[in-house]
């Protein structure tokens, strides 16, 4: 899912006039597309697909879905958000109760990226800030979950 739902809002973007400023979101969904890829040529490699992965599959359908009947790419990139809000809980999950488990690297590789997208933005539409911003929030959501011991002195 952290592959499908960036790729659907880096192409409702471009397709809302979006240029560069859309790349990192592009990068944000590349990464899990490689990993995910990689795991098939990995013999230990195991993960299995619940009611939870359907669930945000769905929605990404849904996106493309309503993208097409409505014409709006808008609706395409609210719908990833949700899609994407929805497999990051598993992950701010396990980095609340189990933070030590979780590198802050791609985290706070997801911050500047996504911060990137919105220092070369230029059209300053919904389509072309909402997913940074998004992504934002959700990196620092982990990022939080990971310290929160040292920062609320839990």
């Not at 990993?35 to 359907?54: E, G, M, N, P, V």
């Not at 958000?81 to 933070?99: E, M, V």
């Not at 985290?107 to 934002?136: C, D, H, K, N, R």
């Amino acid at each position: 899912m952290w592959a499908i739902a960036p790729f659907i809002a880096t192409a409702a973007a471009r397709s809302n006039g979006v240029g560069w400023a859309v790349l990192p979101v592009f990068m944000a969904g590349f990464s899990p597309f490689l990993i995910f890829a990689a795991s098939f040529l990995t013999k230990k490699a195991y993960w299995k697909l619940s009611t939870f992965d359907y669930v945000c599959g769905a929605l990404s359908g849904m996106a493309l879905v309503l993208w097409y009947l409505t014409k709006d790419p808008n609706v395409a990139i609210v719908f990833a958000i949700g899609s994407d809000g929805l497999a990051t809980i598993p992950t701010l999950t396990k980095a609340w109760r189990q933070p030590e488990t979780e590198s802050i690297w791609p985290f706070v590789m997801g911050i500047f990226g996504a911060s990137s997208s919105l220092v070369v933005a230029t059209l300053w539409t919904f389509s072309e800030y909402a997913f940074p911003v998004y992504l934002i929030i959700a990196n620092f959501l982990v990022l939080l979950a990971v310290y929160k011991q040292k920062l609320f002195h839990l």
